[in-house]
């Protein structure tokens, strides 16, 4: 049975325009945002840890930083290069269980962005198109969560079964 999401609002430009959408979700969390992207780049961390400040992390609230480079996350090099630039970033950066190519980031209050830029591995001054959809519907946050959730390491399970209940407990207030 297909429903209308609560809210849904196309989100296309450049990788500015697709942080801004992050950024929003980021920001509407009570304690968790979960950040997949499939590739980190280096060279891109100064901008990433710049655009990371803005959204105000606190210690009561985190954002757990994924990647899932196709074909390469279980390749030692690979682990290595994720370490580096989790250092370089000061933040944890750990990678999914499976290859993932997809990209998405979701709070714990139902809104989600999902799309097509790489955020960890981006330049906000890059001009490449992108597209994405931004969307604000608790509903469709927990089937992407339950849809993803064996994706993740152990970590991030934990993180999304919390996640999943504090959205049931929005969808049932």
């Known amino acids: 049975k297909h429903q209308r999401l609560a809210s849904a609002l196309p989100v296309v430009g450049t990788e500015e325009q697709q942080w801004d959408a992050a950024i929003e979700v980021m920001k509407s969390r009570k304690r968790d945002t979960l950040l997949l992207s499939a590739f980190t780049n280096v060279n891109f961390v100064e901008d990433i840890n710049n655009i990371m400040n ?8 985190e954002i757990h930083l ?31 269980k499976i290859p993932s190519h997809a990209k998405f980031v979701v709070s714990d209050t139902g809104k989600f962005w999902i799309g097509s830029c790489n955020l960890l591995s981006s330049s906000p001054g890059s001009q490449i198109s992108e597209t994405g959809v931004l969307v604000d519907d608790p509903k469709a946050a927990l089937l992407l969560l339950e849809h993803v959730e064996s994706w993740f390491r152990e970590d991030e399970f934990e993180t999304i079964e919390r996640m999943k209940s504090g959205i049931k407990l929005l969808q049932n207030s």
């Open 54 to 61: 803005l959204t105000n992390i606190d210690e009561a609230n």
């Open 66 to 96: 994924t990647v899932g480079e196709p074909d390469r996350v279980n390749e030692q090099e690979y682990r290595e290069r994720t370490a580096q630039y989790s250092g370089v970033l000061g933040r944890k950066v750990s990678t999914t």
